[in-house]
């Protein structure tokens, strides 16, 4: 009797026995308005000027943005396979327990839980707190009281139940898709612009060309599409939801990546770009003036809304998961029928968030804090996601899979490299935030013990 079979008998006996579990509730605009939320958070007002700076040309820039998507998308495609092959809450973690054991699948959870998602949520809060503490400054620590108002409003939102989590989420993600086609509209059509048409092949001597480290930001601004995973358990008519959901998302992404990114350049050109620490706000400042510049407050504030609502949707259910395997945790493991939500794994994931803002606070730096934090572990464990596609493949050949990757091993392969440069990227251009966030996963090893002597 293969896995496949096992997950079978074992939903049977959960709907037998009438024990609370997640529910297929989301439908494939759901997921679409989940993984596009998720993606498009602030990465897009920042990174392209990072990347613009490492770019040799126009063209090169849009190139960059369209190499992004076509990455996420061979990513994209290898968990698609996981997803419906594994439907599981747990997502990566079930993956990596099929794949290296418990040990290995315990690690991850636990980094998800006290770095990965809890520190994107808390990043995301305090470029919220930024952005809304231009709108209405409450003092030295405004940007952290915002961070903390917001992690606490949008978990006590996603306790209430899935629903009014979902539908947040759906019109969130429809405010910042409208916000980003105006911006991409005054960009294009003001007469303040006049770097249009683009020179889409000649060099600008004030940039120079590192592809490699353009790379970095733009898969940072892709970063996020992996969620889907979490909710394949949830979703309607998985075998055929999951896979387009994905194609859909990056399709949707990667379309606004390069119109933004169009827009950018033909509102301020390539080396205006390259010398802005705020992209879209020179690009409204110049076009609007001071109506611009709040505009974009208020779409920025839209944007890291709908990201830590979906990331704290998302989060919640590997920390379910993890409750589900091991005794220690298994105060989180439990799913609220009612509101179809685990409640428990909502809240100590919102204790740790809200411990990290203390952290950013105290360091003074909450934003760049929480990208290193976070960054290393991140692409280590994705790498490890990307590598158990090769390992289930060998040990599981007979299970049923209803998606298959096209083109194996390549496809899967190439996503392997594209994790591995990432990760060593990521140790290479972080600081003492990384080391912090490599101890915190280290201090799981300890609470792994203690959960296997219990039950020695």
Not at 69 to 87: D, K, M, R, W
Not at 172 to 198: D, H, R, W, Y
Not at 227 to 238: F, G, H, K, L, V
Request: glycine residues 10%; aromatic residues 12%.
């Amino acid at each position: 009797m293969n896995r496949q079979q096992n997950y079978s008998i074992a939903q049977e006996s959960t709907a037998n026995n009438s024990v609370a579990a997640p529910k297929p509730s989301l439908a494939l605009l759901d997921a679409v308005a989940l993984i596009v939320g998720i993606v498009i958070g602030a990465g897009i007002f920042q990174t392209p000027a990072f990347v613009a700076a490492n770019a040799s040309s126009e063209g090169a820039v849009l190139l960059l943005w369209l190499v992004g998507g076509a990455v996420s998308l061979i990513g994209a495609l290898c968990y698609a396979e996981l997803a419906t092959t594994y439907p599981d809450v747990g997502g990566t973690y079930y993956y990596l327990k099929l794949a290296f054991g418990r040990t290995v699948a315990f690690l991850f959870a636990w980094a998800r839980m006290t770095v990965i998602q809890t520190g994107s949520i808390v990043l995301l809060a305090f470029v919220f707190g930024d952005y809304f503490s231009r709108l209405l400054p409450l003092g030295t620590y405004s940007s952290s009281i915002y961070a903390a108002v917001a992690i606490s409003l949008l978990t006590g939102l996603n306790i209430l139940g899935l629903s009014p989590g979902k539908w947040t989420q759906n019109w969130l993600t429809f405010a910042k898709i409208l916000g980003l086609l105006l911006v991409v509209f005054i960009g294009f059509f003001s007469v303040n612009s006049t770097n249009f048409p683009l020179s889409l092949d000649s060099p600008t001597s004030s940039t120079s060309s590192n592809w490699g480290l353009a790379m970095v930001f733009v898969l940072l601004t892709f970063g996020g599409w992996n969620e889907a995973a979490y909710i394949s358990a949830e979703i309607q008519n998985r075998r055929r939801n999951m896979v387009r959901s994905l194609m859909w998302s990056i399709g949707i992404i990667t379309g606004i990546y390069l119109l933004i990114n169009l827009a950018y350049l033909r509102g301020l050109g390539l080396a205006g770009m390259a010398s802005s620490e705020a992209v879209a706000a020179a690009l409204m400042d110049r076009i609007v003036g001071t109506p611009g510049a709040i505009f974009l407050s208020v779409l920025v504030a839209i944007c890291t809304l709908g990201a830590i609502n979906a990331t704290i949707l998302t989060g919640a259910r590997t920390n379910y998961a993890l409750g589900q395997d091991f005794s220690l945790f298994a105060f989180v493991g439990r799913w609220q029928a009612r509101n179809d939500t685990p409640v428990q794994a909502l809240l100590l994931q919102g204790a740790f968030a809200l411990g990290l803002v203390l952290l950013g606070t105290i360091t003074r730096n909450g934003f760049e804090t929480m990208v290193e934090y976070t960054a290393p572990v991140f692409w280590f464990f994705f790498l490890l996601s990307a590598i158990s596609l090769f390992v289930l493949r060998r040990r599981e050949p007979n299970t049923v899979r209803p998606f298959q990757v096209p083109f194996y091993p390549l496809t899967p392969l190439l996503f392997c490299i594209v994790c591995g440069y990432l990760l060593y990227s990521s140790l290479a251009y972080t600081g003492i935030g990384a080391l912090v966030g490599i101890l915190v996963v280290g201090a799981g090893i300890p609470l792994l013990l203690l959960n296997n002597y219990r039950h020695s």
